[in-house]
């Protein structure tokens, strides 16, 4: 399982693609692509060009009871902040 | 220190309406994100894991009240209240927004700083002794040097797309606390025969992935042929450098590759057909700065007051500060007083706004409105009165900055790690916070003596790991968090890269290991052996049988 | 890579000609690129350097065309008969030209024109023309902006270069006197 994140261009933070296509600060809103996710990668590509957010990337994620949760620690401390 | 003239001003100002300008056209799309990137980074932006972060330069570590209270200020209108010193006299901001950026730099060059090639290809601010002015042992005032350097290298048009990032640093003392043996350059003052001012030139050291110490391609550069010979280098390396690979871009690699004897060929060979041009006519200029350096109005002061000796008598906490944490001056009746930023549990190098208006406050009333601060994340009042220690510890302890651990083992040089920065592979501050709890007890870190711990989050080593006593490096193993331990290492006059002294340790464990590692030393040392002493003296061997011996 | 993007059908005879980004105007480049093995024709040409000792003889204005990994001190010898020496830039982020560029304008002396081309942004405008180049084949964005932009940004710069602009400590010198 795998969810679109990127960097918000204008305030660098962390967002998620849901299911809308929009940009969510909320990880649990990501939309979640079961097998090949590289459509949605490229139509995300579109709001590089448009100067909303930057750095689209690929990550792994599970489910969880409250929902869609990153899968390794990086993106973890990205979707719930620093550690400390 | 230095004051800023119009001319400084002017640039600043310059400077802050081109970057927003810049900010406007990559928000409006005019430009990509890998166009605006170099640039940003040039006015010290990076877009890290959570949002933005501003890396602010304290040219060569030297601020006054006014220059730190606005740092608290920006920190607190544009962050979150607080900021992080780093290892490079950086102060880094780690909540920024892109479309607030150009007003924090207005405000920074409101109090004529910048925050100007903190990063990015170019040549990055110039870093010096922080005891520069006061050291005991000083030659010559590094930070002339320093600002001549600064200015020669700012938005320099010949060197700001280099193959790699580059630093200089200077020192006055033959101590050398500036790390001069692993920077791209590193100059240490000294004087001929006759009584003149030059530098040895030390080129291509560097830590990262290939740690080197640097060569010494000059003895003795004579004071007035230092630009002209800097841009030799540059120009050198500006063309052989390798572009290929950017972990071989660094001038180091290039030193290693063609050997020094050529490099200094070369040097010589561009420097001579340089030595002409007008940088080699500063002298005026070098006169100009360094009458900002001149000697403060040292009032007399009873190097043993009484108010002074009585609570260091009666009261043990403030005795052990001032053993671990103030330093000899050159002026009798004063000393350098260092304020660690590394409270039992905190996070190495971070102050709160308040923290930093409270020291501001410190060094206004104390210290002749002047403050340093140290490539070990620490700050440093450097002109106070004996007399005047005990009022100072009072409000450090107030404000929780009186940790009487300055280059014991709780005085941990720690780099963002995974917590923030975008390159990491593994987190350093917890780790830094664990150790520190685990040695909160003040007589056994006083015990234990000089013990450097240095932990970076990946190779890039911004937290120094390879010159530490005890170096840690962050790894990624199968998604877990590991760390390699180096020992040996030293960044001072004897510049060591540590030795790596077997497998990463799991995060669980890498606490017990440093313990051990400790305990060890405690268990071997002879005489005043400090823990590099013994480990020098004995080798890694017992170091490691006992750090991986089951517990 | 960015590929010159202002290409215009302009001389009479229908040929193409590439403007080329000069004294802060935009003006035909009267000079025609030969590359590989192409005839070197007459009138105005810029040559790969590998061809230069075949075309330094004939009697019509003559360019070269340098890699930023060439040596420009081998140009030494012809440099008094070239009207043009091409630098360029791989990539915006590889600076070896401006090097190039100070040498042969400070060590050489030299007094033509000294041509960027490449990925050439208006963001770096202001540091070619301080290295010593005077023409400029934009990759993107309007010229004469960026030109304008590259000229009035910085009232004064901290260094001397290949320009004519007073440095500060030399400024701050006369200013003291
Ligand atoms: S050492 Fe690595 S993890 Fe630490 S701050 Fe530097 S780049 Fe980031």
Request: overall charge negative; aromatic content about 14%.
């Given at each position: 399982m795998q969810s679109l994140t990127a960097n918000r261009l204008d305030d660098g933070a962390v967002v998620y693609r849901t299911k809308l296509e929009t940009w969510s600060r909320n990880v649990h809103d990501a939309a979640v692509f079961e097998n090949d996710a590289s459509a949605a990668l490229e139509e995300a590509g579109s709001d590089v060009i448009r100067a909303l957010v930057v750095g689209v990337e690929l990550i792994d994620v599970t489910m969880t009871d409250t929902g869609t949760t990153p899968v390794s620690l990086r993106e973890k401390i990205r979707a719930f902040g620093p550690t400390i | 220190m230095y004051q800023y003239d119009q001319i400084d001003r002017n640039f600043v100002d310059e400077r802050v309406a081109q970057f927003r300008d810049q900010i406007a056209r990559r928000l409006s799309g005019e430009l990509t994100e890998e166009e605006f990137r170099p640039l940003r980074l040039t006015n010290g932006l990076y877009l890290q894991l959570h949002a933005y972060m501003l890396r602010i330069a304290i040219p060569y570590g030297t601020l006054n009240s006014r220059q730190l209270e606005t740092l608290a200020e920006i920190a607190r209108k544009y962050d979150r209240g607080y900021g992080h010193f780093t290892t490079r006299q950086n102060l880094q901001l780690n909540w920024i927004r892109l479309d607030q950026a150009g007003d924090a730099l207005a405000d920074l060059a409101d109090a004529d700083m910048h925050a100007l090639q903190t990063s990015g290809n170019c040549i990055r601010n110039v870093t010096a002794d922080h005891w520069a002015g006061v050291a005991p042992d000083e030659v010559a005032d590094p930070r002339v040097y320093a600002e001549l350097i600064r200015q020669w290298s700012s938005l320099h048009p010949e060197f700001s797309y280099l193959p790699r990032k580059f630093k200089i640093a200077v020192t006055g003392s033959p101590a050398d606390r500036a790390a001069t043996r692993v920077h791209d350059i590193g100059l240490v003052l000294k004087r001929d025969d006759a009584g003149q001012i030059g530098f040895e030139v030390i080129v291509g050291g560097g830590l990262g992935r290939t740690p080197m110490i640097g060569k010494t391609i000059r003895d003795f550069l004579p004071e007035a042929q230092l630009l002209p010979y800097l841009e030799a280098i540059l120009r050198v390396y500006n063309l052989a450098g390798r572009r290929d690979n950017m972990y071989k871009a660094r001038i180091k690699i290039l030193v290693h590759e063609i050997g020094t004897e050529e490099m200094s060929r070369r040097v010589e060979a561009e420097f001579a057909k340089n030595i002409d041009s007008v940088l080699a006519n500063v002298q005026d200029e070098v006169a100009r700065i360094a009458s900002y350096f001149t000697k403060l109005p040292y009032g007399p002061s009873d190097p043993n007051p009484e108010s002074y000796a009585l609570r260091r008598k009666s009261d043990p906490a403030f005795r052990r500060w001032v053993i671990s944490n103030t330093f000899p001056h050159k002026i009798a009746g004063y000393c350098i007083a260092e304020i660690s930023l590394k409270p039992t549990g905190g996070i190495p190098g971070d102050a709160t706004s308040a923290q930093m208006i409270a020291v501001a406050a410190l060094a206004r009333q104390y210290s002749h409105d002047e403050l340093r601060v140290t490539h070990t994340q620490n700050l440093v009042l450097p002109h106070v009165k004996m007399s005047d220690l005990p009022a100072i510890y009072d409000v450090l302890a107030a404000q929780k900055l009186d940790a009487p651990n300055v280059n014991k083992v709780g005085d941990i040089i720690a780099c963002p790690g995974l917590d923030y920065c975008a390159l990491a592979n593994a987190r350093s501050i917890p780790v830094a916070q664990r150790i520190s709890e685990r040695f909160a007890d003040v007589d056994r870190a006083h015990d234990l003596g000089e013990v450097k711990i240095k932990i970076s989050g990946c190779i890039n080593a911004c937290g120094h790991h390879h010159v530490g006593h005890i170096g840690l490096l962050g790894v990624d193993k199968n998604g877990e968090e590991f760390y390699q331990i180096t020992l040996g290492?030293?960044?001072?006059?004897?510049a060591t890269i540590g030795t790596l002294l077997g497998p990463a340790i799991s995060s669980d464990q890498i606490v017990d290991t440093v313990e051990k590692i400790l305990t060890a030393y405690a268990d071997l040392r002879q005489g005043n052996e400090r823990f590099l002493d013994t480990y020098r003296r004995l080798g890694a061997k017992p170091f490691k049988e006992r750090a991986y011996a089951a517990a | 890579m960015l590929q010159p993007d202002r290409i215009y059908a302009a001389k009479s005879d229908e040929t193409l000609t590439n403007l080329i980004l000069k004294g802060g105007v935009e003006i035909p480049d009267r000079f025609t690129r030969i590359t590989g093995d192409e005839p070197i024709m007459e009138g105005p040409v810029i040559v790969d350097l590998g061809r230069l000792d075949a075309a330094i003889g004939a009697n019509h204005p003559l360019g070269v065309a340098l890699a930023n990994t060439d040596d420009v001190s081998v140009l030494a010898p012809y440099l008094a008969r070239l009207d043009v020496v091409v630098l360029h830039?791989?990539?915006?982020?590889?600076?070896?030209a401006y090097s190039q560029a100070r040498i042969l304008r400070q060590q050489f002396g030299y007094r033509g024109e000294i041509r960027a081309t490449g990925q050439v942004l208006p963001d770096q405008l202001a540091f070619m023309h301080r290295c010593g180049f005077d023409a400029f084949v934009l990759a993107k964005g309007d010229p004469v902006t960026a030109w304008d932009r590259a000229m009035t940004t910085f009232s004064r710069h901290y260094q001397p270069a290949s320009d004519t602009s007073v440095p500060a400590f030399i400024r701050r010198r006369e200013n003291a006197k």
């Open positions: - | 290492g030293s960044e001072a006059a004897d | 830039f791989p990539k915006f982020t590889d600076g070896r």
